[in-house]
């Protein structure tokens, strides 16, 4: 027996040498969380460790903590930190499966896990929570114990906490939750990560159906209140199921942009209505039409003409699917949508949208541009050159306007970034952009002649106080006079060119674009409300589209997103 005892004695020993110092609970040891709001008030992303108000077991309506001690610890009133007969039945279930399926730790005993211990699964470290366990027990009541529990637990998606996790999945605080939100969060402990309603809203739905019929099985509510609350358990739809793209944008470079370790509150320029538009309508174009012409991804951009805030932005087709961002990342060739630039440079080397030009059929060095149908008809105005897209006027405008250099000059100067071909390639779109900075230099056709800088968060906060925002201010790059004529000629170029399909009494002007073999199809346009729309669609390995031009699907989609209500 003494053996026996100095045996055990050494054993404890062995297990406590190294547990944490237990003089009290340790503070909350968290990222600092930033949560991004839409224009709107609807939650677009969360970063960091998300904590709402400290509860009190006397505020919370009294089923929620009875869900979570149904479903997680229904003898947890009358064990003293362990229970024998949990571990037993659970014992005999995972004998029965064949694999681990239950638990049997107590609510103190995971409380003493996520206080003090990692979540390694080794039996040291579950002989260590058992001893912590028990003196939580003698340290706490079990009222203390719940309470430090429903404000510690973590439930998914960033949340710690039940009052965080209602704000975050439910909108409304831990003290105003529902019967079956109480019943959501309560199961939400067992796997966090998986059943979280942002994660999986069915899971989430099946766990608390799971957690209402524990407490029928309880006594803590009636079968009837539990088919009541199964007819009322739903899940509000989230504002856009894509905006993951826009979000991952937004956060970008955070900690230059505002430094320190406080909370942070962002409001984005994001409007959640015409994002969820635009998703719908680029998703029904590729499941429709897209499909059937072997497109396989689209990217689309909204931004105000006057201030370059983002407004909406689809960076492909599915975000679960691909995180990669089309509309700011992907960099592809423009195709026509480039020969604004390229007119541009010659409005301002004097010449006027009326001014003529040849259309006859060109050859330099070898190269020989093609005008795909266009009959030549010796000379055409500007604007008509522009507004068919006729590529051996457009050459032959170039040189009028400076030369490659002088077009490469105009279409950086309204910000475009990145390397363009020095040959008379260049005017008919063979240098490579990205959809954002494409859609953003068109808004100075827009404006009146003003650069904008694409910008995503309108206003940040932190801990209640306002922060300022740093983005640049739009500047004028274009002179008036040019950029009405420019205007003017892209309105032709909807009124009567190759973008009539984009036509609607809400459109005023826009650029068609098609790449070789129909790998890019674009459009670029603007509105009389002062948005500029930019739409592309293509494959991401490249592969040739069945006759797709940015007259056809690109401006069809175009329109349908302007008559949203833009």
Sequence with gaps: MIFGLLGLCLVLLWFCWDLPRVDGIPAASRRPSVTLVSADGAMLATQGDLYGETVRLRDLPPYLPAALIAVEDRRFRSHWGLDPFGMARAALANWRAGEVVQGGSTLTQQLAKNLFLSTERTTRRKVQEALLALWLERRFSKNQLLEIYLNRVYLGAGAFGVDAAARLFFGVPAKRVTLWQAAMLAGLPKAPSRLNPRASPDLAVSRASEVLEAMVATGAITRTQMEGELGRMHLPQPASRQAGWFADWALEDLAETFPGNADLLLRATLNARLQAGVEARLEALL??????????????????????????????????????????????????????????????????????????????????????????????????????????????????????????????????????????????????????????????????GMRVTPFSIAGASATGASLPVPRPAPRRVVAPEDAAAMRRMLEAVVRSGTGRAAASARVAGGKTGTTQDFRDAWFVGFTGAGHVVGVWLGNDDGRPMDSVTGGSLPARLFREIVEMGL
């Design 287 to 448: 499941a429709g039409p897209g499909a059937r012409a072997g497109v396989g991804q689209g990217a689309v951009v909204v931004l105000e003409a006057a201030t370059g805030a983002v407004r909406a932005m689809a960076g492909g087709r599915d975000f679960h699917a691909s995180q990669f961002n089309r509309a700011t990342s992907a960099r592809r060739q423009p195709g026509s949508a480039f020969k604004p630039f390229v007119f541009l440079a010659a409005l301002e080397k004097g010449l006027r949208p009326e001014d003529e030009v040849s259309d006859a059929p060109l050859t330099l060095g070898g190269w020989s541009p093609g005008n795909g149908a266009w009959r030549p008809r010796g000379e055409i105005s500007l604007e008509e050159a522009l507004a068919q897209s006729v590529n051996t006027a457009a050459v032959r405008v170039l040189f009028r306007g400076g030369g490659p250099r002088a077009a490469a000059d105009v279409a950086r100067r309204l910000g475009l970034d990145g390397r363009f071909p020095k040959d008379a390639s260049i005017a008919l779109g063979t240098g490579e952009v990205t959809l954002l900075d494409l859609t953003a230099a068109y808004a100075a056709f827009a404006n009146g």
